[in-house]
């Protein structure tokens, strides 16, 4: 593996391999909406992390709880665009 200088982060880890740059380099949505739950996590603490994820995945139609990364409510049926 050729290493490419530029991508030695000032912190001292190779940003090559780290999720959130592949994340931002590919544009690949699905990864960042795992990652967005980080640096949140770190700011409000985990009590209001999870309290707010579990907020978060309701549909917003009949209250059904659903999960990360789902397109449509399991009981409704609805279009759903959580992440």
């Known amino acids: ?9 000032p912190c001292g880890l190779y940003c090559g391999v780290c999720a959130i740059y592949i994340a931002h380099r590919d544009n690949n949505l699905k990864l960042k909406v795992i990652l967005r739950a980080i ?8 009590e209001k992390f999870i309290e ?4 978060r ?9 659903v999960f990360r990364g789902v397109i449509k409510c399991n ?6 665009e959580l992440d």
């Open 52 to 55: 707010d994820e579990e907020a």
């Open 75 to 80: 009981n409704c049926k609805i279009n759903l």
């Open 57 to 65: 995945y309701i549909c917003q139609e009949c209250g059904n709880k």
């Open 39 to 46: 640096p949140y996590w770190k700011e409000v603490g985990i």
């Open 1 to 9: 593996m050729k290493v490419n200088p530029s991508l030695v982060g």
